[in-house]
């Protein structure tokens, strides 16, 4: 059940339950032709004997000798059409030479189906419509790809033909969701008293943690608007203007380098409030996803959400976006291991590094080549090896425990081992020993892909979490430069503030992210709205008076106003809308994406544009250099 939407996945039939489209015209058209009066998944018992005419897809046509099936479809559900023989010819000799995907127009009476011919799966399954009339509106060559609930085609194929891709059931399904959420979402805020306001497109370009869409000005030759990234100044301004409650459906544009699952367009929901402190960002936050699961799924969320602090995920999942629908916790072991003689663990803890391992119960029967794909999954993420442990029924010598280390072991480590594990037999006990970022990315990873093996997480589950007290700065590890963690408007812990001349990355900001099935939703903070705040920041990021007056002088005077505290949250509706679907990808949940490179393949975009427009604005191409290299 998708909202007011109900869809049987094996006839591919949506019906939309709570006002079902009565599309009610009478008469003809501008062409002679009849117009719809029913859309195809409406039509049940009740309406037999009515005369209809319905207008759609050919979604299949059989002939069983004689009589002629056609399985029509719409956006809200197939119907079937039967032409039966005898009387008119014409009309038989029409539906025979229809075709997949040709568009037409039939016109007849409903009947009750044959007992034995009725269709439980179906929700339109008791009824056909005993054709008339057909008329033609248009003809289709062969789609490229299967028009059902699974093509089987490769997804560049279906993103050329974005606009066949469309008519398939789930995704149709996912741009009804979106609808829904959409209007959840609304009437949501609508009732907290928020106002939907639009911030511009085209607008400054300001660091905030990606690199800026640039579009050329024509009349203002030499210079460029930016697309936003996200709505983050305007929606700050608007607070400054008294607009107290805030919210846009935005769209935002990041010119990042690809990535799997990102799109360099997407959509957020930006949310903005005043006089407000973490805790109502989160009351709000859970009480608008409550409503959204509960209108749009009929899913009851379990108020309030875990809250758990950015050192503390790491320490217990490896991520700062931890999935809790499943344990398999990473465990501390730099203790049990402290005195060992094994030079792996010993050079590691001398090196200031961590050991850490999970307990992946039951699978100590992993073969050879399961470990050794588990081993590469490890290395992939800079860990520089797995250490192993099967644990086995025998004790004695071994301590229970089967690796190629265990002869470099102490019984004390071994015993220690296994206590703080929490082994028994048959498990499986993976560790990774080195520099901090790589064990816990590493071990993280490793979890996910244990979960997935064992089946560890129940479909339909939706568990939240807020994941809070981020690091304000982060150092580069190649320029030792400072960089905001989140974006340079966060707010920090006024307790914190002498780290500025000491040691910024031990300022904690007030920064927080939700999280939902291990996902990153979104990202907040309260707001920085004190002038001399945010200069501080602004300094410790590398900016001289000078950048700081040039990019964000109109904010710094803004602040001189009147400045009321303030803070907000903006979770990706594109990836909200994929989990709650259960499809895998964000693409399928966007009407005409872009390839994890950027590109539209069905359009062609990005593409070369003719030298008169290029004089227009003032700009001459040149070749990079590695392309000049190329030539040469």
Same mark, same amino acid.
């Given at each position: 059940?998708?909202?007011?939407?109900?869809?049987?996945?094996?006839?591919?039939?949506?019906?939309?339950?709570?006002?079902?489209?009565?599309?009610?015209?009478?008469?003809?058209?501008?062409?002679?032709?009849?117009?719809?009066?029913?859309?195809?998944?409406?039509?049940?018992?009740?309406?037999?004997?009515?005369?209809?005419?319905?207008?759609?897809?050919?979604?299949?046509?059989?002939?069983?000798?004689?009589?002629?099936?056609?399985?029509?479809?719409?956006?809200?559900?197939?119907?079937?059409?039967?032409?039966?023989?005898?009387?008119?010819?014409?009309?038989?000799?029409?539906?025979? /030479?229809?075709?997949?995907?040709?568009?037409?127009?039939?016109?007849?009476?409903?009947?009750?189906?044959?007992?034995?011919?009725?269709?439980?799966?179906?929700?339109?399954?008791?009824?056909?419509?005993?054709?008339?009339?057909?008329?033609?509106?248009?003809?289709?060559?062969?789609?490229?790809?299967?028009?059902?609930?699974?093509?089987?085609?490769?997804?560049?194929?279906?993103?050329?033909?974005?606009?066949?891709?469309?008519?398939?059931? +789930?995704?149709?399904?996912?741009?009804?969701?979106?609808?829904?959420?959409?209007?959840?979402?609304?009437?949501?805020?609508?009732?907290?008293?928020?106002?939907?306001?639009?911030?511009?497109?085209?607008?400054?370009?300001?660091?905030?943690?990606? /690199?800026?869409?640039?579009?050329?000005?024509?009349?203002?030759?030499?210079?460029?608007?930016? &697309?936003?990234?996200?709505?983050?100044?305007?929606?700050?301004?608007?607070?400054?203007?008294?607009?107290?409650?805030?919210?846009?459906?935005?769209?935002?544009?990041?010119?990042?380098?690809?990535?799997?699952?990102?799109?360099?367009?997407?959509?957020?929901?930006?949310?903005?409030?005043?006089?407000?402190?973490?805790?109502?960002?989160?009351?709000?936050?859970?009480?608008?996803?409550?409503?959204?699961?509960?209108?749009?799924?009929?899913?009851?969320?379990?108020?309030?959400?875990?809250?758990?602090?950015?050192?503390?995920?790491?320490?217990?999942?490896?991520?700062?976006?931890?999935?809790?629908?499943?344990?398999?916790?990473?465990?501390? &072991?730099?203790?049990?291991?402290?005195?060992?003689? %094994?030079?792996?663990?010993?050079?590691?803890?001398?090196?200031?590094?961590?050991?850490?391992?999970?307990?992946?119960?039951?699978?100590?029967?992993?073969?050879?080549?399961?470990?050794?794909?588990?081993?590469?999954?490890?290395?992939?993420?800079?860990?520089?090896?797995?250490?192993?442990?099967?644990?086995?029924?025998?004790?004695?010598?071994?301590?229970?425990?089967?690796?190629?280390?265990?002869? %470099?072991?102490?019984?004390?480590?071994?015993?220690?081992?296994?206590?703080?594990?929490?082994?028994?037999?048959?498990? &499986?006990?993976?560790?990774?020993?080195?520099?901090?970022?790589?064990?816990?990315?590493?071990?993280?990873? =490793?979890?996910?892909?244990?979960? /997935?093996?064992?089946? !560890?997480?129940?479909?339909?589950?939706?568990?939240?979490?807020?994941?809070?007290?981020?690091?304000?700065?982060?150092?580069?590890?190649?320029?030792?430069?400072?960089?905001?963690?989140?974006?340079?408007?966060?707010?920090? /812990?006024?307790?914190?503030?002498?780290?500025?001349?000491?040691?910024?990355?031990?300022?904690?900001?007030?920064?927080?992210?939700?999280?939902?099935?291990?996902?990153? =939703?979104?990202?907040?903070?309260?707001?920085?709205?004190?002038?001399?705040?945010?200069?501080?920041?602004?300094?410790?990021?590398?900016?001289?008076?000078?950048?700081?007056?040039?990019?964000?002088?109109? =904010?710094?005077?803004?602040?001189?106003?009147?400045?009321?505290?303030?803070?907000?949250?903006?979770?990706? !509706?594109?990836?909200?809308?994929?989990?709650?679907?259960?499809?895998?990808?964000?693409?399928?949940?966007?009407?005409?994406?872009?390839?994890?490179?950027?590109?539209? =393949?069905?359009?062609?975009?990005?593409?070369?544009?003719?030298?008169?427009?290029?004089?227009?604005?003032?700009?001459? &191409?040149? +070749?990079?250099?590695?392309?000049?290299?190329?030539?040469?």
């Amino acid at each position: 059940m998708f909202g007011s939407f109900e869809y049987n996945p094996e006839e591919h039939n949506i019906v939309k339950i709570d006002q079902k489209a009565k599309v009610e015209r009478v008469g003809l058209n501008a062409e002679g032709i009849a117009k719809r009066t029913h859309t195809c998944g409406e039509l049940r018992a009740s309406h037999v004997g009515k005369a209809v005419t319905l207008e759609g897809w050919v979604h299949r046509r059989r002939d069983h000798g004689g009589v002629i099936f056609i399985d029509l479809r719409d956006r809200y559900g197939l119907m079937q059409v039967v032409f039966r023989p005898g009387g008119n010819a014409d009309l038989q000799d029409r539906a025979r /030479r229809l075709r997949n995907e040709y568009v037409i127009s039939v016109r007849g009476i409903i009947r009750h189906r044959p007992e034995d011919m009725v269709n439980p799966n179906m929700v339109t399954g008791e009824v056909e419509l005993e054709a008339q009339q057909v008329t033609l509106l248009s003809e289709s060559k062969s789609p490229p790809f299967l028009i059902d609930e699974e093509s089987g085609a490769l997804e560049d194929l279906r993103l050329k033909y974005r606009y066949l891709d469309l008519r398939r059931p +789930p995704l149709q399904r996912a741009l009804q969701l979106r609808h829904e959420v959409y209007q959840a979402i609304r009437k949501y805020l609508n009732e907290k008293l928020f106002l939907e306001i639009d911030t511009p497109i085209l607008t400054k370009s300001t660091p905030e943690g990606a /690199r800026d869409y640039l579009v050329p000005s024509r009349t203002y030759r030499g210079k460029f608007y930016a &697309l936003p990234q996200s709505p983050q100044i305007y929606k700050q301004l608007l607070m400054l203007a008294g607009l107290d409650r805030y919210y846009q459906i935005a769209r935002c544009f990041r010119d990042e380098d690809p990535r799997a699952d990102r799109q360099p367009e997407f959509t957020q929901i930006d949310i903005e409030m005043s006089f407000v402190d973490e805790e109502d960002i989160y009351n709000l936050t859970e009480g608008l996803f409550k409503h959204v699961f509960a209108e749009v799924l009929d899913v009851s969320l379990k108020v309030p959400f875990l809250r758990i602090d950015y050192w503390d995920a790491l320490s217990r999942y490896g991520t700062d976006k931890p999935d809790i629908r499943f344990g398999l916790e990473l465990v501390d &072991l730099n203790d049990v291991f402290s005195e060992s003689h %094994f030079q792996v663990f010993s050079k590691v803890l001398e090196a200031g590094g961590q050991i850490k391992g999970i307990n992946a119960v039951g699978c100590g029967s992993y073969s050879r080549k399961e470990m050794d794909q588990l081993a590469e999954i490890a290395k992939s993420f800079c860990a520089p090896g797995l250490i192993s442990f099967k644990v086995t029924a025998e004790e004695a010598a071994e301590g229970g425990l089967q690796s190629s280390v265990t002869k %470099f072991l102490s019984p004390e480590e071994k015993t220690g081992l296994c206590e703080r594990m929490k082994a028994q037999e048959g498990d &499986l006990l993976l560790i990774v020993a080195g520099a901090q970022r790589a064990v816990a990315e590493s071990l993280g990873q =490793l979890r996910l892909e244990i979960a /997935r093996r064992q089946k !560890l997480i129940e479909p339909g589950q939706f568990h939240f979490c807020w994941v809070y007290n981020f690091p304000l700065f982060s150092r580069n590890p190649d320029t030792g430069q400072m960089e905001s963690e989140h974006h340079p408007f966060t707010g920090f /812990r006024e307790e914190d503030i002498d780290f500025f001349e000491t040691d910024p990355t031990k300022i904690r900001s007030r920064a927080y992210d939700i999280v939902l099935n291990g996902v990153e =939703l979104g990202s907040g903070s309260i707001r920085i709205y004190r002038k001399d705040h945010q200069k501080k920041v602004f300094e410790a990021l590398g900016l001289d008076q000078d950048q700081i007056q040039r990019r964000f002088g109109f =904010l710094l005077e803004a602040f001189d106003y009147g400045a009321p505290p303030h803070g907000g949250i903006a979770p990706g !509706l594109d990836r909200l809308i994929m989990i709650m679907s259960g499809l895998g990808s964000i693409r399928d949940v966007i009407a005409f994406p872009k390839t994890t490179t950027g590109a539209s =393949l069905m359009s062609g975009a990005p593409t070369t544009v003719d030298e008169s427009q290029l004089q227009d604005l003032g700009i001459a &191409l040149r +070749p990079r250099k590695r392309d000049r290299e190329v030539e040469a």
